[in-house]
């Protein structure tokens, strides 16, 4: 079962607002398959790459170029390198309004692990289950655009 979202839950966002999505996952047929799952939405950009250190530069490239990235969403275990845990943290560090969603195999692992609040203090807004639900997935998106809205001070009402 998936965490609960570690955020408030809000009124529905404008399903039209465009969103660009990291997915960060080393098995490259997993992350071929996110980036299928997240296209059933016309309005989700998602681009992948399989490693936390690939990650940073994209977030920064895409930073130079104005483009920047409203979600992450990565694997824990991301073999040789940094883990998704890791990446959180950088990844908040340096871009404090992106939504960092964590998806892993060890979910129940990593919620035994971690508090809530452990979880949120190393940039880390939500914990799913790998393999992810499509439900879960266009859920992230969700509360994704519901934060670039307020963000934009532009709050359904």
Do not use: W
Not at 122 to 129: A, F, K, L, M, Y
Request: net charge negative; hydrophobic share 35%; with cysteine.
């Amino acid at each position: 079962m998936d965490s609960p979202d570690l955020g408030i839950k809000n009124p529905e966002p404008d399903s039209t607002i465009p969103i660009r999505v990291l997915i960060v996952e080393d098995e490259i047929g997993l992350g071929k398959l996110l980036s299928m799952q997240l296209e059933v939405d016309p309005h989700v950009t998602p681009i992948s790459c399989t490693s936390g250190e690939e990650a940073l530069k994209l977030l920064r490239s895409a930073r130079e170029r104005n483009a920047t990235f409203d979600l992450v969403i990565s694997d824990h275990d991301l073999g040789s390198g940094m883990n998704g845990l890791k990446l959180a943290g950088l990844a908040r560090g340096e871009f404090p309004s992106i939504r960092f969603t964590l998806y892993t195999a060890i979910e129940e692992k990593i919620r035994n692990t971690y508090t809530p609040q452990q979880l949120k203090e190393n940039g880390v807004d939500r914990v799913i289950r790998k393999p992810a639900q499509m439900a879960s997935l266009l859920e992230e998106v969700r509360q994704t655009r519901i934060l670039k809205q307020s963000q934009s001070g532009n709050p359904q009402t």
